[in-house]
């Protein structure tokens, strides 16, 4: 198992720098829209580490071909001269009826299938490689049919699935989606992602995924439940930090991380063989 950081701004550089100097993380998940105006040949410099491509906000369920044409250009670009990791976007609502939502929405599973269908192969093909797309933080009782959508779409598109284990954890704590409905999913699944999360501001309170804490113990549970089935060959688990950057917290939660992957490596390795 691989161990990363996520790296969506400029000031957390000398962070991510001493994470990876300390040996703590492995690679960088870069947030690449973030980072589209950089010159390649920068880019490629970077952290000298391997690096993963999170796509945040190339709507391509939504956009229009014109604006995602010109963006896969430029991954596409990036994307030959990095070779990275995986590249992986998010399957969700970002606009409703001509207005941009403030929080991103999710789909409906049903319903939705056939467009997001068409445009994960569109999409796909634009790019020029394999995606893979994070699970939704599910609040409504939608959020059931999230693993049989995501199966679905493997099977028809190609597709895998970034599976987000904090997401899963929060989707369980909102509707009561059972952890085991994943195992299909985890089992396909190379590259993870995972993060702390909080509760809503307002009453009645949600369980929303804010990346500003440490690892709850519920998540370190599922971790622990799942850790063969997550510690694969060259399978990568990334974790996601975008405010309160308290160091010594971080580290204590990659630190977590790797102890709980090494001992899951050795218990293989010293399994019986049969």
């Given amino acids: 198992?691989?161990?990363?950081?996520?790296?969506?701004?400029?000031?957390?550089?000398?962070?991510?720098r001493r994470l990876l100097d300390s040996g703590r993380i492995d690679y960088v998940e870069l947030l690449i829209d973030n980072f589209l105006s950089v010159p390649p040949e920068e880019m490629a410099q970077g952290f000298g580490a391997p690096v993963g491509f999170h796509i945040m906000f190339s709507k391509f369920i939504?956009?229009?071909?014109?604006?995602?044409?010109?963006?896969?250009?430029?991954?596409?670009?990036?994307?030959?001269?990095?070779?990275?990791?995986?590249?992986?976007?998010?399957?969700?609502?970002?606009?409703?009826?001509?207005?941009?939502?403030?929080h991103l929405a999710e789909i409906d599973y049903i319903t939705d299938y056939e467009q997001v269908r068409c445009r994960v192969d569109w999409w796909q093909q634009k790019l020029g490689c394999r995606l893979h797309l994070e699970n939704y933080p599910s609040i409504m009782d939608g959020g059931r049919d999230a693993p049989h959508f995501h199966e679905r779409l493997h099977r028809d598109t190609g597709a895998g699935v970034l599976f987000d284990?904090?997401?899963a954890v929060c989707a369980h704590l909102n509707c009561g989606l059972?952890?085991?409905?994943?195992?299909?999913?985890?089992?396909?699944?190379?590259?993870?992602?995972?993060?702390?999360?909080?509760?809503?501001?307002?009453?009645?309170h949600l369980v929303v995924d804010t990346h500003d804490r440490m690892l709850s113990e519920e998540t370190l549970g599922f971790l622990e439940r799942y850790r063969a089935r997550f510690n694969t060959a060259g399978s990568t688990m990334t974790y996601e930090r975008d405010d309160n950057f308290v160091e010594t917290e971080i580290e204590h939660d990659l630190d977590r991380l790797r102890d709980l992957f090494d001992r899951s490596s050795v218990e293989a390795f010293d399994a019986p063989r049969v």
């Avoid at 059972?178 to 009645?204: D, K, M, Q, T």
């Fill in 1 to 16: 198992m691989r161990i990363g950081f996520n790296y969506t701004l400029g000031d957390t550089a000398p962070l991510v």
């Fill in 178 to 204: 059972p952890l085991e409905a994943w195992e299909g999913i985890i089992e396909r699944s190379s590259h993870f992602h995972v993060a702390g999360y909080n509760l809503s501001i307002l009453a009645p």
């Fill in 62 to 102: 939504e956009n229009d071909d014109a604006a995602l044409d010109s963006m896969a250009i430029r991954l596409r670009r990036l994307i030959d001269l990095l070779k990275p990791l995986y590249v992986s976007d998010h399957i969700a609502r970002f606009n409703h009826e001509g207005r941009q939502l403030y």
């Fill in 165 to 167: 284990v904090s997401n």
